[in-house]
């Protein structure tokens, strides 16, 4: 079963410039002040955090999600966390991962989501049999965009998705890569 495929993946891994382990409830607070930021969660399909509360409901949800996982980004210079990313859901009939990822404001521009969504690839390319990965972009998340299609992804086609933000269907760019 393709779920198994995420027991394969490791609980920790580096960059150069990041250590990266698997999400707990202990990085609650942490994850709340990213969260919390307006700008972050701007194409996000999550609200925009205000209390601990509502950060470990966004954990647990993720934990308890069998088809998924999520990784904590911790800045190797002070120790950190600055962002999280990973496997949003498996796709069983398709053998497809959608990834997701944010990075903390005073992070972006820096190249940083490259260097770890590079080495993730290559991971569930050694360690899993995933063939397609694909992202969900809002249409005006241009550094997304950019960022997904310097790793190789495509466009692959516009998906309506409900927002959870505002309640209603939205549309989105969908982006894939194959893997081989």
Do not use: C
Request: aromatic share 8%.
């Amino acid at each position: 079963m393709l779920v198994n495929e995420l027991r394969n993946l490791p609980w920790e891994f580096k960059t150069n410039r990041t250590l990266l382990r698997v999400m707990t409830h202990d990085d609650a607070d942490k994850l709340l002040k990213i969260w919390s930021n307006t700008e972050v969660t701007r194409y996000m399909n999550i609200e925009t955090l205000h209390t601990i509360e509502q950060a470990h409901e966004i954990i647990s949800a993720i934990l308890d999600t069998k088809s998924a996982n999520r990784y904590v980004i911790i800045d190797k210079l002070n120790r950190n966390i600055i962002g999280s990313f990973g496997i949003n859901e498996l796709y069983l009939n398709t053998m497809t991962a959608e990834i997701g990822y944010e990075l903390k404001q005073s992070y972006w521009g820096t190249g940083l989501m490259a260097e770890i969504l590079h080495v993730f690839i290559q991971l569930i390319q050694t360690t899993t049999t995933i063939k397609i990965l694909t992202a969900k972009v809002s249409p005006e998340n241009i550094a997304s965009s950019k960022l997904l299609k310097k790793l190789d992804f495509t466009f692959d086609k516009t998906v309506s998705e409900f927002a959870m933000k505002t309640k209603t269907l939205e549309t989105v760019e969908q982006y894939k890569r194959e893997l081989v």
